[in-house]
């Protein structure tokens, strides 16, 4: 069981969090002529690093609010949790 | 048409559990809060609104997190960034919010019917919520409240006093009848009073 930071509300048991995948993934700009091949990769496509791997988590049972987790896949150590609009 | 409360044909009456061979007044204590006016009030990213200037029936809604503003009949609850739950035995909060809160800055929603609140109230409280909520309660005070899982429930829990420990626990109306017999399970090896 992992013990996540939330940014608004402090220490919490995981269970009361939801993933939300890979926070680096951006999605093609709007209006923009994207390739099937460029939309393949935005859809399906993700890297599975070992080791320090951002993400996307939601404090679905809390605030609700979605924040960012610095996360190691290996030894599941959190470094940092931030607000969306907050750099790591 | 008469309004029913959620737990109005589920809550029992009684000593219940292992209550042998102890004083009626030691018991933990287990009711439904009724009569309780509910607001959600939302404060939208673009209002420009100063924060300080906000006052509902007398209370200044705090922005810290996990912190509830009290006074005898309304209670503000922190739910998340700028979203507030005002609780209230005054039947006319709304009014006051509205003249508070205005439409362009606030998004204020009445939901008085859709959650179910079940107050437990003595000193082996903290031990009932520790069963089923992962929340650290030995650092949970009073006028504490914090959004939680009770048993995979999603419940809001608020505490209102530290002696005797007394908690209101709010979840959605569904959840109810499933919420109340976890805690009336979990409060069975010390045995409760239903009041």
């Known amino acids: 069981m992992l013990e996540i930071k939330c940014p608004y509300c402090g220490k919490r048991s995981q269970n009361e969090f939801s993933y939300g995948g890979d926070a680096n993934v951006k999605r093609p700009a709007l209006g923009k002529e994207v390739s099937d091949k460029e939309w393949d990769n935005f859809v399906y496509l993700r890297k599975n690093p070992r080791g320090n791997h951002s993400e996307l988590w939601h404090h679905v049972a809390g605030c609700r609010k979605w924040f960012k987790v610095s996360r190691d896949t290996l030894t599941h150590e959190i470094y940092n949790t931030e607000k969306l609009n907050e750099e790591f | ?195």
């Open chain 2, 1 to 195: 048409m008469t309004a029913m409360t959620p737990l109005e044909s589920i809550h029992k009456k009684g000593i219940f559990g292992n209550h042998h061979k102890k004083n009626k007044s030691d018991l933990l204590k287990i009711s439904e809060v009724k009569a309780l006016t509910i607001f959600q009030v939302f404060q939208y990213k673009r209002s420009k609104v100063n924060f300080e200037n906000i006052n509902i029936d007398g209370i200044k809604p705090s922005k810290q997190s996990l912190a509830v503003s009290s006074n005898e009949k309304t209670r503000i609850l922190w739910n998340a960034p700028r979203t507030w739950l005002v609780v209230s035995q005054n039947e006319n909060i709304f009014k006051t919010i509205k003249e508070n809160c205005n439409e362009e800055n606030f998004a204020i929603t009445d939901i008085s019917h859709s959650r179910a609140v079940i107050q437990i109230e003595g000193n082996g409280a903290t031990e009932i919520l520790k069963k089923g909520c992962p929340i650290n309660f030995n650092e949970f005070k009073e006028n504490n409240c914090a959004g939680t899982v009770f048993q995979g429930i999603n419940i809001l829990v608020e505490k209102l006093s530290d002696k005797p420990e007394k908690f209101n626990i709010f979840t959605l109306r569904s959840f109810a009848e499933s919420l109340y017999f976890h805690i009336t399970d979990a409060s069975l090896e010390d045995g409760y009073l239903g009041v």
